[in-house]
């Protein structure tokens, strides 16, 4: 009986602790936790858009969300649109990646579609770049190289949760049960080199010609990764791989 009692008692103690660990996974202590990865984004933001940093704020809380929901909505629905990312779960080979890292580079192609009929995209353009190569370059190379840690590779082991960004997850309820709040400083390295990417491409782009190289430059990569998207969702479809 003495053994029983014992046994309850660590169980309560068990699930105690573990209500006490959901209580504190909230945005406001993963924000305060990840304060210096936060002041990393935001002195980025303001370095890539000076003159405009309230527009550059908004356009990175977008693409922020929509990265969000668009990755939600790949686990929804099963799709010519969802395709490589299913098949990027199933299988872990180098084809996986590679057209892991074209499908993330695609989304921009969205908006070159809207700059081409309204003459302009809504939101900062480099931001947009900024945010998308941001996302890629956390997933493929922070997570799925240098596995960081097992964030998102619990999104793997269980699809329906750890979409990220993290406080997004704990935001919309999404997170992993008994996941602790990331620490998300592994961000920061890839902030640096994508900022000072992005600001010599600015430079460049501060000369007429290389103005119109760049942009020329970039909407046939944007194509390209288009492409090869359609090019692999049929590899994928008529089981070449």
């Known amino acids: 009986m ?8 660590h169980q309560i103690k ?22 210096l990865s936060w002041a990393f984004i935001f002195i980025s933001i303001y370095c890539i858009t000076p003159n405009q940093y309230g527009f550059g704020i908004l356009s ?5 969300f929509i990265s969000y929901y668009l990755h939600v909505e790949t686990h929804k629905k099963n799709t010519v649109f969802t395709l490589l990312h299913r098949y990027h779960h199933s299988n872990n080979n180098y084809f996986s990646h590679v057209t892991q890292c074209v499908l993330e ?4 192609f969205f908006f070159l579609v809207i700059y081409s009929i309204f003459g302009t995209i809504l939101l900062d353009k480099w931001i947009i770049l900024f945010s998308v190569v941001f996302y890629s370059s956390i997933h493929n190379i922070n997570y799925s190289y240098f596995h960081v840690n097992k964030i998102h590779s619990l999104h793997h082991t269980h699809p329906f949760t750890n979409y990220g960004p993290d406080v997004c997850d704990i935001l919309f309820g999404t997170k992993h049960e008994g996941d ?28 007429e010609t ?20 359609l090019g692999a969702s049929a590899t994928i479809f008529y089981g070449f791989v």
């Open 210 to 229: 290389f103005n119109t190289v760049c942009f020329k430059s970039i909407s046939y990569f944007l194509i390209s990764c288009v492409l090869i998207y």
């Open 2 to 9: 003495t053994n029983k009692i014992k046994k309850l008692e």
């Open 60 to 64: 990175f809380f977008v693409m922020f």
């Open 14 to 35: 068990k699930l105690e602790a573990k209500i006490k660990q959901m209580e504190e996974i909230t945005v406001f202590n993963s924000i305060t936790k990840n304060w």
């Open 180 to 207: 602790p709040i990331e620490n998300t400083n592994h961000y920061i390295p890839n902030i640096i080199v994508i900022t000072l990417c992005i600001l010599g491409l600015k430079q460049l782009c501060n000369h």
């Open 105 to 108: 580079l695609c989304f921009p």
